[in-house]
Each structure stands twice: as structure tokens, then as C-alpha cells.
């Protein structure tokens, strides 16, 4: 199976990449974690960008918060799918890095998930994965049975608080 390649702007942005890795080991889809800042370590995250289809990689998620550039740069010098995650800093909440990852020009996209969405950005590296494991494919399809299941039981608890 091809790993997820994940990629945070800093340490700082671990709590949501936490996000992501718990699922990726939960749904058994290997990855491979990285420090890169496409300011700060540009010259790694463009070689990792290079490099990423011929290291084996499938898809590669990008977290970064503030002017966030890494997925685009990271887009920009791949054609492997990219998922950008917008982090949330103190100042603007998030709102700044959702829209430097999000409004990317055309030619190179970037899939931008919402303010922190480390789960759904796994999620959707998965499905892209899934698209040739049919095995995982399967396992998606029963986390989503279980997530139905769960909000099922949740309205007939409601239901009983409420509708007498
Ligand atoms: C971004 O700047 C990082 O992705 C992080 O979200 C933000 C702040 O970085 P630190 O100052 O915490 O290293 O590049």
C-alpha cells in the first residue's frame, strides 16, 4: 500500500497532526511524519515534494497555520494529491491560514480541508488510497456503518429525553 506522506509548518501544529495519525493507525494505512516549513526549511519540503511518488508515497497531507504556503509549495512541486490542513494560530483564529491554503490558483490544487481538520483529512487520504485497496475500501465503509450506527443511537436516547 502507498503511505500517506504528513507534513507540518511546526512542532507547534502536533495537536492536529495527532488528529490525523490516530485515524491513519486506526484504518491500518501506513505514513510518514515530517517537520518542513515552507519558510523556514523550504529547500526540505520542496525535496520531500521531489521525491515523495518515488519514495512510495500516495498522498501527501500539509498542516501549517498563519501565511500558510507548505501544501501549496508542496503541491506546486508534485502531481501526487495534496490536502492541506489550515491550523488555527491565536490571532486570527485560523481564518488567515484557511484562505492562503484554499485560494490556490489554477494548476495547482490543493485539497483544503476545514480550520484543524486533522480527521477529515485523513479520512480523505484514505479514500484516496482506497481508490486501488479494495481491503481498505472495506474498512472505511464499516467506520462509517459504526459512525451511522452511533448517531442512531444518540437520537433514540434524545428522542426519549424529549418526545414523550
Ligand atoms: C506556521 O507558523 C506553522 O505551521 C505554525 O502553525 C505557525 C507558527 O509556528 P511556530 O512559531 O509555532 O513554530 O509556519
Given at each position: 500500500m502507498r503511505k500517506v506522506g504528513i507534513l507540518m509548518g511546526?512542532?507547534?501544529?502536533l495537536p492536529v497532526i495527532r488528529k490525523s495519525t490516530d485515524m491513519l493507525e486506526f484504518l491500518e494505512v501506513p505514513f510518514e511524519v515530517h517537520v518542513y516549513?515552507?519558510?523556514?526549511?523550504p529547500e526540505e519540503a520542496i525535496s520531500f515534494a521531489k521525491n515523495a511518488k518515488e519514495n512510495g508515497f500516495g498522498v501527501i497531507i500539509a498542516a501549517a497555520g498563519m501565511a500558510a504556503h507548505l501544501a501549496g509549495v508542496i503541491a506546486a512541486n508534485t502531481t501526487l494529491p495534496v490536502i492541506g490542513i489550515p491550523c488555527k494560530s491565536k490571532n486570527l483564529d485560523g481564518i488567515d491560514a484557511l484562505l492562503s491554503t484554499v485560494q490556490?490558483?489554477?494548476g495547482i490544487p490543493v485539497a483544503t480541508v476545514g480550520i484543524d481538520g486533522g480527521v477529515n483529512a485523513a479520512l480523505l487520504s484514505a479514500e484516496i488510497i482506497a481508490v486501488s485497496d479494495e481491503a481498505l475500501a472495506a474498512r472505511l465503509m464499516a467506520k462509517r456503518k459504526a459512525d451511522t450506527e452511533n448517531v442512531l443511537k444518540k437520537d433514540a436516547e434524545v428522542s426519549a429525553m424529549f418526545n414523550k
Open positions: 511546526s512542532d507547534s501544529d516549513s515552507a519558510h523556514r526549511t490556490m490558483p489554477p
